[in-house]
């Protein structure tokens, strides 16, 4: 079980049609946006926290290619 949930409230492609229509974006990209968004200050909060350097995070990114 999660410790935590986090609601992001964005339009996806159950909701893009009709009166639930928030963006002019096409189905899930206001969503799919968000996310990234989110994810990348997700990663900025967990240098500082980790103390992670640059050079640790090319390292490990370098890796996984």
């Keep these: 079980l999660a410790d935590f949930v986090l609601t992001l409230p964005a339009q996806t492609m159950a909701d893009d049609q009709g009166a639930k229509k928030t963006s002019v974006l096409p189905m899930g990209s206001l969503f799919e946006g ?7 200050v ?3 909060k967990l240098i500082v926290r980790l ?3 640059p050079e640790a995070m ?3 990114h370098t890796n996984l290619e």
């Design 51 to 53: 103390g992670v350097t």
């Design 58 to 60: 090319r390292a490990r």
């Design 42 to 44: 997700m990663i900025l």
């Design 34 to 40: 968000a996310l990234f968004v989110l994810f990348e």
